[in-house]
């Protein structure tokens, strides 16, 4: 359809002209608005809700695993934020600083959370002392603000965004190390089955790893417009915070050592993720897990039939009230206007009820992803209603991973990459360990880069597309936000 026959209160750009119709996504569907602080944005009810279900289920999750939740304070002194060198560097330009306190300025700066490691760690070498007080698995939710960059996406790249950030201490590298799969796990399980989001785990490169860490691991998602965006991820610390926060125990030989660490994090750009992957040019499509309302209801009347129609409505809406639906018993819009409004809302089910379907007892269903319709027996709501949404959950991961899996390819030369890249798509190419080549990669690929490296690895792996020597590892390269 074209953009001058759309109604302007829907989506009046195609998907494909990304930047544009992502826009109206969120302002026209409800999701959140903008601030007259840049980079910062309002979550509105339905995308803090979406929000607060994935803090729901991941939180449960921690929690069953053995994580506890605290909260640390929002300002970090500069003192500590200097002591881990590879860490400072890595944030310094992102970091934003409070210096006054009304009219007093203060004797030593103060930042603003970009992560929390430097403000936990002096309280950890505090209570850490023995083996007897590992592990130590501790996680809080709250917000961090990160400062320099030059183009802001709402919920995909923002200057505040809402996050959880674990912090973990063990006695010994076995055991932190072995946090990574049980992580990785829950965030994979939870985008995955509520999101239905398919991401692409693997560890970055040491080039692209978290500031500290000793390597990362990722959960990395294709975009519909050809980029890669970074997901929920897990840092294996080692002792390079330990060394430099002075987290030291003694162990059961009762000798001193210094603990291994993991730290952790999901964010709110998973929403915008979700949004740009499922919604079309109607607007926002909702997987029905993570939908707040997973049914609206619409009664279809005329004067004569209105009382008979609205009372086996609200019957309806009782009926159905584990799916949290809404009943439009409007007057004044026309149940057009309703489907439009609705359909732009991303309400994975729209249940229609007028005098002809109230005569033979049924309603008709219509489905949010595909607009398909179909009749349904009143009686048979609660049996047949969890079977739809099960499928339309189904179907969003389906075409996702199809996407997904459509836009991967593996490239043995700096050309086939170059291709690749333009083409938008996700290319497997063999890269080696010199730092040096990484770097020229971006240069001679159009702004690609290394999103992660697959943990299976072929035997043969090929000679590095940049200088021609033994491959050290098949790495995935796109383009990236």
């Known amino acids: ?73 929002l300002f970090i002194p500069e003192r500590h934020l200097i002591k881990e060198k590879e860490h400072l560097k890595g944030f310094a330009p992102e970091v934003a600083w409070v210096t006054e306190a009304g009219n007093t300025k203060l004797n030593e700066r103060l930042a603003i959370r970009p992560t929390s490691e430097t403000i936990i760690y002096p309280s950890y070498s505090k209570w850490i002392k023995s083996w007897r007080d590992l592990p130590l698995r501790y996680n809080q939710w709250c917000n961090v603000v990160r400062w320099e960059f ?33 992580i990785i796990g829950i965030y994979k399980e939870v985008c995955e089955k509520f999101l239905a989001l398919p991401g692409l785990e693997g560890r970055k490169s040491d080039k692209e790893k978290f500031a500290g860490a000793v390597y990362t691991v990722t959960l990395e998602f ?79 009347f005329t004067d004569k039939d209105k009382s008979d129609v609205l009372k086996k409505a609200s019957e309806i809406n009782k009926k159905l009230e584990e799916y949290s639906p809404i009943l439009d018993s409007r007057e004044d819009v026309r149940p057009g206007f309703k489907y439009n409004e609705y359909e732009l809302k991303g309400i994975p089910i729209r249940i229609e009820i007028g005098k002809r379907d109230l005569d033979k007892k049924e309603v008709v269903i ?87 490296i697959p943990d299976e690895q072929p035997k043969n792996k090929g000679k590095c597309i940049i200088c021609n020597k033994p491959a050290d590892y098949i790495a995935r390269i796109g383009k990236s936000y």
């Open 1 to 73: 359809m074209k953009k001058q026959e759309k109604n302007e209160l829907g989506i009046t750009a195609e998907k494909d002209e990304f930047s544009d119709w992502f826009t109206q996504i969120m302002l026209k569907a409800d999701l959140a608005d903008y601030t007259d602080v840049s980079g910062c944005m309002v979550f509105k009810p339905t995308a803090y809700a979406i929000w607060d279900k994935i803090k729901e289920e991941v939180d449960f999750r921690f929690k069953k695993s053995g994580i506890k939740n605290v909260y640390f304070p």
């Open 150 to 182: 030059k183009h802001p996406v709402p919920f995909l790249r923002t200057r505040e965004f809402l996050w959880n950030e674990g912090h973990t201490v063990f006695a010994s590298k076995e055991d932190a190390e072995n946090e990574k799969d049980i």
């Open 222 to 300: 294709y975009m519909p417009n050809g980029k890669a965006i970074q997901g929920p991820d897990f840092h294996y610390d080692g002792q390079n915070f330990s060394k430099a926060y002075d987290i030291k125990f003694l162990n059961n030989k009762g000798k001193e050592e210094y603990a291994y660490q993991n730290t952790y994090a999901i964010t709110t750009r998973m929403l915008g993720v979700m949004f740009a992957m499922h919604s079309d040019e109607k607007g926002l499509v909702l997987p029905p897990k993570i939908a707040p309302n997973k049914i609206v209801i619409i009664p279809i």
């Open 366 to 452: 219509v489905r949010r992803d595909n607009l398909k319709k179909q009749s349904i027996k009143i009686e048979n709501l609660n049996k047949e209603l969890p079977k739809i949404l099960e499928d339309i959950q189904e179907s969003l991961y389906k075409k996702a991973e199809k996407l997904l899996k459509d836009n991967i390819t593996e490239t043995k030369n700096l050309d086939e990459l170059s291709k690749a890249i333009k083409n938008k798509k996700i290319a497997l190419a063999p890269l080696c360990n010199n730092r040096e080549c990484e770097d020229m990669l971006k240069y001679k690929s159009e702004g690609a880069k290394v999103l992660n």
